[in-house]
T-cell receptor, first 113, second 116 residues
């Protein structure tokens, strides 16, 4: 049972570099999310996709872009990484918008030097 | 808009003692409420959820929580702590029926420490 799969699990970048975090779910969920987790801050929503073909900003979208490639996949892109983006990133999904619990991936730890 | 306040960033209890983790929420519409657990270097795992059925909700690993609308609370309890319960716990709220950004709004987390 794969559930939500994120790649890569670890990444180190230099300031100004770009990268894409990949996320895929195999539960036929409609809604997908990207969160970041920082010590003492809990989880904060970056972007979400209520359904295939739509994306919307969350609480902390600046410096990020997303793509809902298809129903299964939702990627997060950092165009020009900054040290403030050092964090653990979690992808999550649920059956549909505003219902039920989120199912989380195992996280991607990103360090920006 | 919703918000969650978890009282105590760290809670320490002795093995075998009662665990009580506090969560208060704010929501302009009837909420769904959740507790998640995170073990080191892992993702978040659902412990239990309240979705407007029974106010006392039982979850995995012997945890339960009670929804109290009058107190806007959803505290997590376990009668007897086990060493394996040491982890980070997050309370989260979601608005029923939509409105505003989607997703869950999380509290800042409570680190549960179990003393032998």
């Amino acid at each position: 049972n794969a559930g939500v799969t994120q790649t890569p699990k670890f990444q180190v970048l230099k300031t100004g570099q770009s990268m894409t975090l990949q996320c895929a779910q195999d539960m036929n969920h409609n809604s997908m999310y990207w969160y970041r987790q920082d010590p003492g801050m809990g989880l904060r929503l970056i972007y979400y996709s209520a359904s295939e073909g739509t994306t919307d900003k969350g609480e902390v979208p600046n410096g990020y872009n997303v793509s809902r490639l298809n129903k299964r996949e939702f990627s997060l892109r950092l165009e020009s990484a900054a040290p403030s983006q050092t964090s653990v990133y979690f992808c999550a999904s649920r059956l549909q918008i505003n219902t039920g619990e989120l199912f989380f991936g195992e996280g991607s730890r990103l360090t920006v030097l | 808009a919703q918000s969650v306040t978890q009282l105590g960033s760290h809670v320490s209890v002795s093995e075998g003692a009662l665990v009580l983790l506090r969560c208060n929420y704010s929501s302009s519409v009837p909420p769904y409420l959740f507790w998640y657990v995170q073990y080191p270097n892992q993702g978040l795992q659902l412990l239990l959820k309240y979705t407007s059925a029974a106010t006392l909700v039982k979850g995995i690993n012997g945890f339960e929580a009670e929804f109290k609308k009058s107190e806007t609370s959803f505290h997590l309890t376990k009668p007897s702590a086990h060493m394996s319960d040491a982890a980070e716990y997050f309370c989260a709220v979601s608005a029923q029926g939509g409105g505003g950004a989607d997703g869950l709004t999380f509290g800042k987390g409570t680190h549960l420490i179990i003393q032998p």
